[in-house]
């Protein structure tokens, strides 16, 4: 099956590379390589004004985009600050309630004594396995 | 003769020991330049346009022509993408001709097949059909099979990832054998 396939794919490659040879009858004309450089020279002018044209507008394009930028600005800026402003203390505001709450629990007396207690019993318990192996190689 | 040498001057050179000319380039490359522009536009008239074309640009860019790369690749990528240009210009109207051809170029039933117009024939659908395949089947499949390029040297031509220029032959080809079988 896998080799029905190869051969039609090489089959196909041979057909294809011969059919897309060009045949004598199809050879072009020899380009003139003079008539080339000639109508390059010719045309570099216009090519070379329309380059600078393309340049210049777009120079101006980015001048003017500059421009209306500096001039939008003083006006904007004022507006969007205070939009900051505003946004950022409707966000402080938001985080404060949820973490005053969190705050308050935290004051309670029970929470530093058991969080105290939870580490002193991580610590007893780290130095329980420390012990372990020496005692295994001093045995 | 004058003109060659008239260019060898007027045209930028030289990185290497023996740098490349824009008429050696010319003279060495023009029939595979027309060659590439005629089976991707399936046109004679088109392909000429294109292949002046292209060394008109190659001219107009000789100076910024890397030297240690080949020509032959930096001609052909001027080519493909200028065929591809008039392709997509005159598509409609040259798939319309090309229809035609391939009608014409099909069996004829009253005639009778010695060995040469059997290979014509077939030649020339193959042609047709790869002139209809989708521009970017077309342009892979006459790089390799007209140009004769390596997968790496067709993704150096055509900017495209290597894998992607292997699938594109693999479906290309795919397209061909379905395209062929049905015109039988």
Redesign the interface.
Known sequence: MRNDRRD??LF??M????????EAA??????D??A??A??RA??PA?AAASLASRVFAGVAAAGLAGLVVAALPVVAPAMASDLFTAAIETLTRVAVPASALLSLAEQPTIPIAALAALAVAIVHEYTLRREPVREVTS | MAASVALRIGLPMTRLASPVTFADGVREHQDEVYGVALRITGDRDAALDVASSTFLKAYRAFDRYDQTRPLRHWLLRIATNEAITYVRKRGRELRRRVEVEHASALADPTATPDAESVAREDRARIRAAVSLLPELYRVVIVLRYFNDLSVDEIAHVTKRPASTVGVQLLRGRALLRTTLGAGR
């Open positions: 039609d794919d196909d490659e057909r294809l590379r011969r059919a897309l040879r060009l199809e050879l072009p004309p020899r380009l390589i003079a080339i450089a109508r390059a045309e570099r090519f």
